[in-house]
């Protein structure tokens, strides 16, 4: 009796420090990762800088030709929606949070501004852009629309992308998104 009384509380003792063990592994991950993307964060701010510098270039050309006018109203969108995603970035790094969704796992406010002024953009582009190369490439790097895999379940884009998202993430994302922006500008300058 006292023998089945000891087995049983060694493997009930085994089986809560095993389990504390995997949570303290899964913390430690996560903190590996946020860390991880904090650094590709840094590079990626190198390249938006790049970027940045070669925009001015590319604008002041077009404004020299005045068949680029059409593209100028879409420019200044996408740059008003840049400094939007900047804003994003610099208010999550230094309140260390997601800002697209609260603990509870909802949507926040600023998820849904983020959502609406990102479909916004994807629909003026759409109507401006009419080479098929280009409207993919936007589609792939800007788009906002739902996702569904391989088991043919659909997934909101902000579910997907950004819920559970560690802080460092999240800001690695939204770096990821500047960066997409200024690309897709170059592209229309490109036209």
Same mark, same amino acid.
């Given at each position: ?18 389990s ?10 996560? /903190? ?9 964060g840094?590079d ?19 404004e ?12 200044r ?10 804003r ?13 969704y ?24 759409d ?37 559970? /998202?560690?802080?460092k993430?999240?800001?690695y ?5 500047k ?13």
């Amino acid at each position: 009796m006292r023998i089945n009384k000891f087995l049983i509380i060694s493997c009930l003792v085994l089986f809560f420090s095993f389990s504390v063990g995997c949570q303290r592994s899964e913390s430690s991950y996560d /903190l590996q990762l946020d860390h991880m993307m904090l650094m590709y964060g840094k590079d990626i701010e190198k390249d938006i800088a790049w970027l940045k510098e070669s925009l001015v270039l590319k604008k002041d050309s077009m404004e020299k030709r005045e068949t680029e006018l059409k593209y100028a109203t879409v420019i200044r969108d996408m740059e008003s929606y840049f400094i939007y995603l900047e804003r994003l970035d610099s208010i999550s790094l230094a309140q260390e949070k997601n800002l697209f969704y609260t603990n509870t796992n909802e949507i926040t406010g600023e998820g849904k501004v983020f959502n609406k002024k990102s479909k916004e953009l994807m629909k003026q582009l759409d109507q401006l852009v009419h080479e098929p190369f280009l409207k993919r490439r936007i589609v792939t790097l800007l788009g906002v629309s739902d996702v569904k895999n391989e088991e043919n379940i659909y997934f909101r884009y902000m579910d997907y992308y950004f819920l559970g /998202l560690p802080p460092k993430t999240f800001n690695y994302l939204i770096k990821m998104r500047k960066r997409d922006v200024l690309l897709i500008m170059h592209e229309v300058l490109e036209q």
